[in-house]
């Protein structure tokens, strides 16, 4: 399995090598789709280069990263394309290992149910097995590597592709059990993009369930592990904050990051639905949608735990691709990662209703995002509504490709306990209908 | 006529009291005939307060405008000075200006250290300073004032120069008109009725290529020791008028001509009232023009490191009106009368213009010329740029002679949005004979619909970079004193002959900017409210419902309707 792997890797590193040293570099790093204000690395180089004209990089709108990013620059601002090449790669092999121990997680989990007699025995058909299961990490790095998303994020060295790795880390820690390595990473991806919070449930559920701890409000080691996890995670966050402060001896960065993050004041047209939506918006209007956006992002969190709480992977891939299209400033570096994970689900394709409508959607809106933005920006020819119009459409697509999995999946459960063929009381087929 | 003799009475009142109080008024207005065949018309009026506004209550103002006096006192101003210009100077053309102004309004105003909060006062003063000037100097608020650290020196009596007091905004949109200028002739002691300001008629003032009007107040010293501190208002108008617009294409002008009036007499309240033309000529254009009425005075005076010779007409001297009704005075060129070829470019002066295509980033780039032969003398430059252009400073390139030339001093302030513009000040050493090019990237931000003005798609003014340079005189001059010399020549103060200050402004930019759809916000609303609700229906749909197997028998009201039908067409019911 390490063969092809590696093949892949240099496959990747070799397609992102040229791509850095082709004109195309600069073209890719302009590109509103793939560098948001948040994180181009423009940004980054501005933010060195106030902190080296004596000026706090967080006095001004133009820098809004984390200060461990600019001080981790500071550093390897010279081996920036193989720093972000690495990053890339990292990604890639967290995941993969990720996803390989989940699938014996998974896997030993479907043999004790079986055990239990859980399973219905009309559904021997959607039982899992180690054939179809192998090839599946090799894949996930294979969407994550050759994604041309992630290609331009790392050509355009988006940021991104940074919390793309420390979320790819915590899934790995999660997987591999690990409480304080998950707590390390979740409050790390926290840290640099707030939004990741949302993935503390689903970690906390994955935690409990490899150490056999039911989730019970009546259980003394529930209590005693949340807590547990979620002590470490706020110290974890206290400490990278508070490391922060003593970085550049203001706290300004607070504002500058997550203020910046939660009231939008930046409408540089980008994929996500925020941009457009405020530069129209009623001036007395503005603060209530964007309470009303962000607390969407955020509060999906509780019932997707309560109904996914018996499956805390799909309920974290739900998550990344709920952040991706809700939050305020998307690119196409978070698309890549949660696209990555869908072979992890190739086995509810069966399931799937609008996979071909939905994945064309997706294609021809990421073709023609370009194409738009050309005609309104240099072209003249076209105006803000045809730009705006594909982010739309994207995220419309978007929406029905993550709906479509989760409908897949709970049908999947459905079919898991009842058998894959219903019959009505009087054996003729039935039909499954959600009420 | 009574009226005038009334005004002479009272004019003799005043010197005589005076005498005591010491307030004075100067007039002057200088006339030079620029290289290119225009003309420019410099005002200067000048009027002395002599008390301390900052230490004594004064409640008597006899010349000096009260309303002025009052606001000095009220917000405890240290150095006022205030532009309103209509047009742009050709440095290139028409060489090197006295005093030049941004296009649009400008203002920037010391305060005293005793002020606590100066942006509290800066607030006060540009809403009163509104209405006094009849302008639009109330939209100056914190996105487009600045401090600069080094731009601006107090130009008077000052033992502060601590930056923080400064403040510094100018509003190049500013469209300046007669309802400026009639306020800003209220405040001289004679209004426009008789003197040198009675040449001010609107009508001919505003159809020039250039009009520059301003208002400076500023402390000074009384006497030579320096013991006593008067204040100084200067008021000061310079115009130029086009050979072609107004000389119908010839280079001859006289006052009649520019202004369509003729001095008659000067203030009777003025100690001083002259009309100085620039009889120096350039190169080998000397002498090729008379001056009529032939004056016999002759003045030689310091101007931009240079010795110029003016002909000079005091009308204060005895029995000057009584020889001839009134004063029109009158250059006449002898020589071909247009085109004297390609003009010998100034020692210093700088353009601006921006570089790139389509509406997402751009750059801003300045060329400075120095014309110097032998002396490099460096130059500090202000740019102020407002927040929705994202500067972005790691990409600021400076190129003299294919050369980075790196600035000695760089002060940068970053913008906030929507709160203060950006503040970028940099020292930079000038070779001689040298083009230095500037440059910085930017980026065009995205506004909301209501942040955009009328007309977004005109574009959005950007302020002129402010380039303040002293130059090596080409000869040594000895500075006379303040109160003995002419008033063009002493506004900035020198310290030695051998260089000379000046202020260059390179032209406003015009930025055009991303706009969104202005017709659509409630459409814009729904459709992405409608994409939320896509997201949020579909999730709430498979939350809360459950998979079951369809049960055939229960009907909802649909089928039951169907079924009605079916029996009507007499089909077998569903």
Same mark, same amino acid.
């Given at each position: 399995?390490?063969?092809?792997?590696?093949?892949?890797?240099?496959?990747?590193?070799?397609?992102?090598?040229?791509?850095?040293?082709?004109?195309?570099?600069?073209?890719?790093?302009?590109?509103?789709?793939?560098?948001?204000?948040?994180?181009?690395?423009?940004?980054?180089?501005?933010?060195?280069?106030?902190?080296?004209?004596?000026?706090?990089?967080?006095?001004?709108?133009?820098?809004?990263?984390?200060? @461990?990013?600019?001080?981790?620059?500071?550093? @390897?601002?010279?081996?920036?394309?193989?720093?972000?090449?690495f990053t890339d790669v990292l990604t890639a092999v967290a995941l993969y290992?990720?996803?390989?121990?989940?699938?014996?997680?998974?896997?030993?989990?479907?043999?004790?149910?079986?055990?239990?007699?859980?399973?219905?025995?009309?559904?021997?058909?959607?039982?899992?097995?180690?054939?179809?299961?192998?090839?599946?990490?090799?894949?996930?790095?294979?969407?994550?590597?050759?994604?041309?998303?992630?290609?331009?994020?790392?050509?355009?060295?988006?940021?991104?592709?940074?919390?793309?790795?420390?979320?790819?880390?915590?899934?790995?820690?999660?997987?591999?059990?690990?409480?304080?390595?998950?707590?390390?990473?979740?409050?790390?991806?926290?840290?640099?993009?707030?939004?990741?919070?949302?993935?503390?449930?689903?970690? @906390?559920?994955?935690?409990?369930?490899?150490?056999?701890?039911?989730?019970?409000?009546?259980?003394?080691?529930?209590?005693?592990?949340?807590?547990?996890?979620?002590?470490?995670?706020?110290?974890?966050?206290?400490?990278?904050?508070?490391?922060?402060?003593?970085?550049?001896?203001?706290?300004?960065f607070i504002h500058s990051i997550y203020g910046f993050v939660l009231s939008?004041?930046?409408?540089?047209?980008?994929?996500?639905?925020?941009?457009?939506?405020?530069?129209?918006?009623?001036?007395?209007?503005?603060?209530?949608?964007?309470?009303?956006?962000?607390?969407?992002?955020?509060?999906?969190?509780?019932?997707?735990?309560?109904?996914?709480?018996?499956?805390?992977?799909?309920?974290?891939?739900?998550?990344?691709?709920?952040?991706?299209?809700?939050?305020? !400033?998307?690119?196409?570096?978070?698309?890549?990662?949660?696209?990555?994970?869908?072979?992890?689900?190739?086995?509810?394709?069966?399931?799937?209703?609008?996979?071909?409508?939905?994945?064309?959607?997706?294609?021809?809106?990421?073709?023609?995002?370009?194409?738009?933005?050309?005609?309104?920006? !240099?072209?003249?020819?076209?105006n803000s509504n045809f730009f705006y119009a594909i982010t739309l459409t994207?995220?419309?697509?978007?929406?029905?490709?993550?709906?479509?999995?989760? !409908?897949?999946?709970?049908?999947?459960?459905?079919? @898991?306990?009842?058998?894959?063929?219903?019959?009505?009381?009087?054996?003729?087929?039935?039909?499954?209908?959600?009420? | 006529?009574?009226?005038?003799?009334?005004? =002479?009475?009272?004019?003799?009142?005043?010197?005589?009291?005076?005498?005591?109080?010491?307030?004075?008024?100067?007039?002057?207005?200088? #006339?030079?005939?620029?290289?290119?065949?225009?003309?420019?018309? /410099?005002?200067?009026?000048? /009027?002395?307060?002599?008390?301390?506004?900052?230490?004594?209550? =004064?409640?008597?103002?006899?010349?000096?405008?009260?309303?002025?006096?009052?606001?000095?006192?009220?917000?405890?101003?240290?150095?006022?000075?205030?532009?309103?210009?209509?047009?742009?100077?050709?440095?290139?053309?028409?060489?090197?200006?006295?005093?030049?102004?941004?296009?649009?309004?400008?203002?920037?105003?010391?305060?005293?250290?005793?002020?606590?909060?100066?942006?509290?006062?800066?607030?006060?003063?540009?809403?009163?300073?509104?209405?006094?000037?009849?302008?639009?100097?109330?939209?100056?608020?914190?996105?487009?004032?600045?401090?600069?650290?080094?731009?601006?020196?107090?130009?008077?009596?000052?033992?502060?120069?601590?930056?923080?007091?400064?403040?510094?905004?100018?509003?190049?949109?500013?469209?300046?008109?007669?309802?400026?200028?009639?306020?800003?002739?209220?405040?001289?002691?004679?209004?426009?009725?008789?003197?040198?300001?009675?040449?001010?008629?609107?009508?001919?003032?505003?159809?020039?290529?250039?009009?520059?009007?301003?208002?400076?107040?500023?402390?000074?010293?009384?006497?030579?020791?320096?013991?006593?501190?008067?204040?100084?208002?200067?008021?000061?108008?310079? =115009?130029?008028?086009?050979?072609?617009?107004?000389?119908?294409?010839?280079?001859?002008?006289?006052?009649?001509?520019?202004?369509?009036?003729?001095?008659?007499?000067?203030?009777?309240?003025?100690?001083?009232?002259?009309?100085?033309?620039?009889?120096?000529?350039?190169?080998?254009?000397?002498?090729?023009?008379?001056?009529?009425?032939?004056?016999?005075?002759?003045?030689?005076?310091?101007?931009?490191?240079?010795?110029?010779?003016?002909?000079?007409?005091?009308?204060?001297?005895?029995?000057?009106?009584?020889?001839?009704? +009134?004063?029109?005075?009158?250059?006449?060129?002898?020589?071909?009368?247009?085109?004297?070829?390609?003009?010998?470019?100034?020692?210093?002066?700088?353009?601006?213009?921006?570089?790139?295509?389509?509406?997402?980033?751009?750059?801003?780039?300045?060329?400075?010329?120095?014309?110097?032969?032998?002396?490099?003398?460096?130059?500090?430059?202000?740019?102020? =740029?407002?927040?929705?252009?994202?500067?972005?400073?790691?990409?600021?390139?400076?190129?003299?002679?294919?050369?980075? +030339?790196?600035?000695?001093?760089?002060?940068?302030?970053?913008?906030?949005?929507?709160?203060?513009?950006?503040?970028?000040?940099?020292?930079?050493?000038?070779?001689?004979?040298?083009?230095?090019?500037?440059?910085?990237?930017?980026?065009?931000? #995205?506004?909301?619909?209501?942040?955009?003005?009328?007309?977004?798609?005109?574009?959005?003014?950007?302020?002129?970079?402010?380039?303040?340079?002293?130059?090596?005189?080409?000869?040594?001059?000895?500075?006379?004193?303040?109160?003995?010399?002419?008033?063009?020549? /002493?506004?900035?103060?020198?310290?030695?002959?051998?260089?000379?200050?000046?202020?260059?402004?390179?032209?406003?930019?015009?930025?055009?900017?991303? /706009?969104?759809?202005?017709?659509?916000?409630?459409?814009?609303?729904?459709?992405?409210?409608?994409?939320?609700?896509?997201?949020?229906?579909?999730?709430? +749909? #498979?939350?809360?419902?459950?998979?079951?197997?369809?049960?055939?028998?229960?009907?909802? #009201?649909?089928?039951?309707?169907?079924?009605?039908?079916?029996?009507?067409?007499?089909?077998?019911?569903?």
């Amino acid at each position: 399995m390490a063969a092809p792997l590696v093949l892949v890797i240099l496959v990747a590193v070799t397609i992102r090598a040229v791509l850095f040293r082709s004109s195309l570099a600069a073209f890719i790093s302009e590109r509103v789709e793939v560098v948001s204000p948040l994180n181009s690395w423009k940004r980054v180089v501005e933010g060195m280069a106030l902190l080296d004209l004596d000026v706090s990089p967080y006095s001004g709108d133009v820098f809004h990263e984390t200060p @461990l990013i600019v001080y981790l620059f500071h550093f @390897l601002v010279d081996y920036v394309e193989i720093v972000y090449m690495f990053t890339d790669v990292l990604t890639a092999v967290a995941l993969y290992l990720a996803v390989k121990e989940y699938n014996k997680v998974s896997f030993k989990q479907q043999k004790l149910y079986l055990e239990l007699n859980k399973y219905s025995a009309g559904s021997i058909d959607l039982l899992r097995v180690p054939t179809e299961m192998h090839y599946v990490p090799l894949k996930v790095a294979i969407f994550y590597l050759l994604n041309p998303y992630t290609i331009l994020s790392c050509v355009a060295k988006s940021t991104c592709a940074l919390n793309n790795a420390i979320i790819a880390l915590f899934i790995l820690a999660t997987v591999k059990g690990s409480p304080l390595l998950s707590a390390v990473f979740l409050s790390l991806a926290t840290y640099q993009s707030l939004y990741p919070i949302t993935l503390f449930t689903s970690a @906390l559920l994955f935690l409990l369930q490899r150490q056999f701890i039911p989730v019970k409000m009546s259980s003394r080691d529930f209590w005693l592990f949340t807590c547990q996890y979620s002590s470490l995670f706020l110290g974890c966050l206290t400490v990278l904050i508070c490391h922060s402060f003593f970085l550049l001896n203001s706290w300004d960065f607070i504002h500058s990051i997550y203020g910046f993050v939660l009231s939008v004041p930046d409408l540089t047209p980008n994929i996500g639905l925020f941009w457009y939506f405020f530069a129209e918006m009623f001036e007395h209007f503005s603060l209530f949608f964007v309470c009303v956006f962000q607390i969407n992002v955020f509060f999906y969190t509780v019932p997707l735990t309560i109904k996914l709480k018996e499956h805390p992977m799909f309920l974290m891939f739900v998550q990344l691709a709920i952040i991706c299209i809700f939050k305020s !400033y998307p690119t196409v570096g978070d698309v890549a990662l949660y696209m990555s994970l869908l072979p992890m689900w190739a086995h509810l394709s069966r399931f799937l209703r609008n996979i071909f409508i939905v994945s064309c959607m997706l294609v021809v809106c990421s073709l023609l995002f370009p194409v738009l933005w050309h005609l309104w920006i !240099y072209a003249g020819s076209a105006n803000s509504n045809f730009f705006y119009a594909i982010t739309l459409t994207f995220n419309v697509g978007q929406i029905l490709l993550v709906s479509d999995y989760f !409908y897949a999946f709970l049908r999947r459960e459905y079919h @898991l306990h009842h058998g894959l063929y219903l019959t009505k009381k009087d054996g003729t087929e039935a039909t499954l209908v959600l009420k | 006529m009574a009226a005038v003799w009334a005004v =002479v009475v009272c004019a003799v009142l005043v010197t005589g009291v005076s005498g005591t109080a010491g307030d004075s008024f100067q007039e002057e207005l200088l #006339l030079t005939p620029l290289r290119s065949g225009d003309i420019a018309a /410099t005002f200067q009026f000048r /009027t002395r307060l002599d008390s301390d506004l900052r230490r004594e209550k =004064v409640s008597h103002y006899r010349l000096f405008p009260k309303v002025l006096g009052q606001v000095i006192s009220q917000y405890s101003i240290q150095e006022l000075h205030l532009f309103f210009t209509q047009g742009f100077w050709r440095t290139r053309s028409w060489g090197q200006p006295l005093l030049q102004a941004p296009a649009g309004a400008e203002l920037w105003v010391w305060f005293q250290d005793s002020v606590t909060d100066v942006d509290k006062n800066w607030k006060e003063l540009t809403n009163i300073l509104s209405g006094i000037f009849c302008a639009s100097l109330n939209f100056i608020d914190s996105t487009n004032t600045v401090t600069p650290t080094a731009s601006f020196k107090p130009l008077g009596l000052a033992n502060v120069t601590d930056h923080h007091l400064l403040r510094y905004a100018t509003l190049p949109r500013e469209i300046v008109c007669t309802e400026n200028l009639t306020p800003w002739k209220k405040l001289l002691p004679c209004g426009s009725k008789v003197g040198l300001a009675s040449l001010l008629e609107a009508e001919r003032l505003y159809y020039s290529s250039y009009h520059s009007q301003s208002v400076h107040i500023r402390p000074i010293c009384r006497d030579p020791d320096c013991s006593k501190v008067s204040w100084e208002l200067r008021q000061s108008l310079t =115009v130029v008028f086009d050979m072609y617009t107004n000389g119908q294409g010839k280079r001859d002008w006289s006052l009649f001509k520019m202004f369509a009036r003729t001095v008659t007499e000067p203030c009777p309240l003025a100690t001083q009232s002259k009309i100085y033309v620039d009889s120096s000529g350039y190169d080998k254009e000397l002498d090729l023009f008379e001056v009529t009425p032939p004056s016999y005075l002759e003045e030689q005076v310091p101007v931009h490191g240079d010795q110029r010779i003016y002909t000079v007409y005091d009308l204060l001297k005895p029995g000057f009106f009584n020889t001839s009704r +009134n004063l029109n005075v009158a250059l006449r060129w002898k020589g071909s009368s247009a085109d004297s070829g390609q003009p010998r470019p100034p020692v210093f002066h700088a353009e601006r213009y921006v570089s790139g295509y389509g509406l997402q980033t751009g750059v801003i780039n300045t060329m400075i010329y120095n014309n110097h032969p032998y002396r490099a003398f460096p130059v500090m430059i202000l740019e102020t =740029v407002p927040w929705y252009l994202r500067l972005y400073v790691h990409t600021l390139t400076i190129i003299t002679k294919g050369k980075e +030339n790196k600035p000695s001093y760089i002060h940068y302030v970053p913008a906030k949005d929507r709160q203060r513009p950006h503040l970028l000040e940099m020292l930079i050493q000038l070779p001689p004979n040298s083009i230095t090019k500037i440059s910085i990237q930017f980026e065009r931000a #995205l506004l909301k619909w209501t942040e955009y003005p009328p007309d977004p798609n005109h574009g959005f003014y950007i302020s002129p970079s402010v380039l303040s340079v002293l130059i090596p005189s080409v000869k040594n001059l000895k500075t006379n004193k303040l109160e003995e010399s002419s008033l063009f020549s /002493t506004l900035f103060p020198s310290s030695d002959g051998s260089s000379y200050f000046m202020r260059l402004y390179t032209e406003p930019l015009l930025v055009n900017l991303p /706009t969104p759809d202005f017709s659509m916000p409630y459409n814009v609303i729904c459709l992405t409210c409608t994409v939320v609700a896509v997201g949020y229906g579909s999730f709430y +749909n #498979l939350l809360t419902r459950t998979f079951q197997v369809e049960d055939s028998k229960q009907g909802g #009201l649909a089928k039951k309707i169907a079924n009605l039908i079916r029996r009507l067409r007499g089909v077998p019911p569903l």
